[in-house]
Nanobody, 126 residues
Framework: QVQLVESGGGLVQPGGSLRLSCAAS????????IRWFRQAPGKEREGVSC????????SYADSVKGRFTISRDNAKNTVYLQMNSLKPEDTAVYYC???????????????????WGQGTQVTVSS
């Protein structure tokens, strides 16, 4: 089965850091670009960051540029999202997702991302 599992979320104070992990099973992660999304209560799903299949190319939403860093270790079949200088507005459930077909660079259409993890809750609060 194709499966993605996010972990690493939790409660952190503003200015703190968390590292999220996205572990894949059932397929070779290195053949796919991987994207992180987040969704806060009452808000639309937001694309956060994406990384190409080899990790050479990355992209970030303007809201997280300079604070978040996406990376991957294909030997471990895992993608990471390092989150620094966290703000209350970062509070959300974070999901990782893989597209429906193999590729190198990230797809511009969110509709291409069809494999999802269960999400991990990130709460930034004093």
């Amino acid at each position: 089965q194709v499966q993605l599992v996010e972990s690493g979320g939790g409660l952190v104070q503003p200015g703190g850091s968390l590292r999220l992990s996205c572990a894949a099973s059932g397929f070779t992660l290195g053949y796919f670009p991987i994207r992180w999304f987040r969704q806060a209560p009452g808000k639309e799903r937001e694309g956060v960051s994406c990384i190409s299949n080899t990790g050479k190319i990355t992209s970030y939403a303007d809201s997280v540029k300079g604070r978040f860093t996406i990376s991957r270790d294909n030997a471990k079949n895992t993608v990471y999202l390092q989150m620094n200088s966290l703000k209350p507005e970062d509070t959300a459930v974070y999901y990782c997702s893989a597209p429906r077909q193999l590729g190198t660079g990230c797809y511009s259409s969110d509709a291409m991302y069809v494999y999802w993890g269960q999400g991990t809750q990130v709460t930034v609060s004093s």
